[in-house]
């Protein structure tokens, strides 16, 4: 079973950029599809931008696209999302998740494909 800790979070004005990074155990990484999810307080968790095994695939929220980017090193076992341009709805605890894979170009929207999961950490955007 994969295990993930997410880091990069904080406090940052609006129109700033914060990374996340999530870093993954286990031997199979580029097996593993990779997602961001967020939750903010008393709203559900969300979708945010998911990569494929090989890292060719991405896909973003409409809210998010054209200010976050998503990119994974399979080498390090790492997952990162760059988010630019922030604002105070971008304010949640983002997650990341793994999902198995057996295609490489395989990439999950839904939560309920995604078995292991990150602790959390903390965005807050300021206006």
């Known amino acids: 079973q994969v295990q993930l800790v997410e880091s990069g979070g904080g406090l940052v004005q609006a129109g700033g950029s914060l990374r996340l990074s999530c870093a993954a155990s286990?031997?199979?990484?580029?097996?593993?599809?990779m997602g961001w999810f967020r939750q903010a307080p008393g709203k559900e968790r969300e979708f945010v931008a998911a990569i494929s095994g090989s890292g060719s695939y991405m896909y973003f929220a409409d809210s998010v696209k054209g200010r976050f980017t998503i990119s994974r090193d399979n080498a390090k076992n790492a997952v990162n999302l760059q988010m630019n341009s922030l604002k105070p709805e971008d304010t949640a605890v983002y997650y990341c998740?793994?999902?198995?894979?057996?295609?490489?170009?395989?990439?999950?929207?839904?939560?309920?494909?995604?078995?292991?999961w990150g602790q959390g950490t903390q965005v807050t955007v300021s206006s």
């Open positions: 998740a793994s999902a198995y894979a057996f295609y490489s170009h395989t990439l999950y929207v839904e939560a309920a494909r995604y078995s292991a």
């Open positions: 286990g031997r199979t990484f580029s097996s593993y599809a």
